[in-house]
Structures are given as C-alpha cells and as structure tokens.
C-alpha cells in the first residue's frame, strides 16, 4: 500500500502496525474512486469527515470512456419520469458544480452549453422521435420539432437524408476524464486520503460496517462505509447478501476521432440518433475531440473492444454524417456502465447500518455526478436520505419489500427547460 496522501488537519484518529496489519480509522471510507466514488469523497471532506478513498486507480472506471452527455430530455425513456427528476436536478446544478470545482481544484472540466440536435434517418426513426417529443411535452420539457432541412441548417455535416429531428436546447455535455481528474485533485486539497489498492472486504462488527481490509492486507476502520465502486459495487466480499447491491455490468464501446482544424466546426452542438433501432451520439469537444458512441452489450465482465463493435459506430455514424470517414480514428475503447434493475441509481443506507450505496448510476453517471455528492453528504452527516432522493433508495430492492419499487412521480420541471407554449 503506498501511503495515504492527506493533509495533517484530517488525519485518521489513529493509525497503527501490528503484526502485518495496518489499520486506520476514518469517518468515511468510500469503496471506488471513480467520479460517483470522487465526488461522494470531496464532498464529505468538506463537510469536515475524515474521508478515504480505496481504489488502486482513482480518477478511471467507466468516466474514462464515457462521452459526457449531460442530457436528461433526449435521454428520456418511457417509465423513467421518476428518474427525469433527479437527472433534471443534477443538469441545473452543473454550471455553479463546475465552477465551484475548478476553483477547489484550479482545472477546466470542459463543460459546455452547447444543445443537443436528435435526428430521424428515415420514417421508422422519425416517428419514434415523434412519440419521444410528445413524451417530452407530456412531461413540459423545452423540446422543438425541425423539418430535416431545418437539422442541416443547424448542421450543415448532417446526411442530405435526415427527416426531422428534435432541438434540445438545455442538453450539454462535459469531458468526463477531466471532471475526473478536477475531482481528484479537488479531493487532495480537500484531505481525502487515497489507499491505491481494492477493497477486498467489508468489515462488519456487531452487526455494522466498521471499514474495509485492502487486497494488500491494510485495514480502514470507518464509521461508515460507502460503496461506489460501479459496476463493481456487488463484488465486495462480507457484504450480508440483503445489502448487496443489484447492479450489473453494461458494456458500451466508443470511438473518438479528431476533428482537424481545418475542418471546424464540424458539429456545433451534440448529435444524436436512434439508428437500427439503438441509440447513437456523436459529441464534439471544443478541442476537436469527436466522442462517437456507443453500443450497449450484456456480456458481463468482458471489456473486449470489437471489430463488430466499432465497425457498428463507424457505419451507423457515416449514415448521420457522411463527413466523419475523413477523420482521423485517435481511440477505441470499452467500459462497463453499473446497471441496475430499474436503470435509476441506487443511493444512501442499506439495510446494513453504516453501510450506503452510491452505485448503478446505468446510463446517468456523469450526469447524476453532482446530485450524487450532494445527496451522498446529507446521508453521511445527517444518516437521513433527503426527501429528493427518496424514490432511489436501495432499500426498493430489498427482499422483505421494506420500500416500495420505483414509481412514476409528479416531475418537478426547472424554468429553464420548461417549454414556452
Ligand atoms: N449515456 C450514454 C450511454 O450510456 O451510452
């Protein structure tokens, strides 16, 4: 184990070697340091708990691949009203999250307000955007319907055939490997202690979370334990089968490409598109970075990147815009999101006192990033789920039915992704 960095004002309680193991004590002990893990932990430090972090590589996880939409209303899904609430409440705190972070860590996340274009290819594709944008004016989300000519006129690289689309003017994007790396240094500075090696085990005393032991044998004592460890998060041993986290992983392949200058702007804002029956994005950074993805395959742990797989992007990609083949291809990678039953997160107390969850975040992570520490800090310093969280805590899942699964609630829409007529 190498040394926990962190700062002497928030050192453990205590800290000693006997025999081969090494023991500290914290207030919190946070299972994943990826950025649900990162932001969870940045969070409490400020709250004044003294935080660890285990995790042998802090700052990667599914963030490393992600593209970063942060895209609540094009990402809406028939049965997830419930969860467009809390996606709506993370989307309207990001541009004070983002600040608030590049102050505390002195780096750019790459947040950009840039909207969201959803197309049609062909008739099949535009009336199932048809009955989403109907969807999204039940729900009284800003949505606008465009004729196709009206699409290329915004994005003059989109496909002569596009038949409509939906303009989506609050839906952004962030680059996710910075948010990671800002919530990493954020955490330094803030003194939360990083032990780069796996969580093995949850240690449980009288029937409660006490800590974990590490791969390497270290062992954290910690008044609570909270296990963000993505899809990961059900593989922690000693966890009480009642506790253990319904979560599984969901394989997403993506390529990015680099848009050369010459070629700028090739995209202005995110492009989107259910094409052969799955959903494609292509999400431009301002640094010409062009995120195309992304396929979503059960197929366990498996994080192969395919032939199939990027031959699928790239083609279904050249259909939307024709332009792309003359890119240059930079990556191609895989992750695994953490699904979950119900596809919304699970977040706060199990039925193992000292224990909470921050896990299977599915398709929302980056998203639900600031909503997730927020919600997080309130459990940690009060032991209470805030009334917002409620409908996600893990508890729905529990097998003596102790709360009720997720249901459809009224959605509370921000003023600024109500729609105007
Ligand atoms: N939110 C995009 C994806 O999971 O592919």
Redesign the pocket.
Known sequence: MRSPTRSPAHSPTHSFTHSSVRTSAYDVVVVGGGIIGLVTAWRAALRGLRTAVADPDPGGGAARV??G?L?PVT?LHYGEETLLGLNLRSAERYPAFVAELAEASGRETGYRACGTLAVALDADDRSQLRELHALQLRSGLASEWLSGRDCRRLEPMLAPGVRGGLRVDGDHQIDPRRLAAALLTACERAGVAFHRARAARLSVVRDRAAGVVLADGAALGADQVVLAGGSLSGRLAGVPPAAVPPVRPVK?QVVRLTVPGRYAPFLSRTVRAVVRGG?L?LVPRENGELVV??T?EELGWDTTVTAGGVYELLRDAHELVPGITELPLTETCAGL?PGSPDNAPLLGPTVLPGLSLASGH???GVLLTPVTGDVLAAVLTTGELPPEAAPFTPLRFSPDGSAAPLTHSPVSVPASRERSV
């Open positions: 992600a593209a939409m895209a990402e997403g959903p994005y993805g992304a979503t999101r599915h398709r929302n």
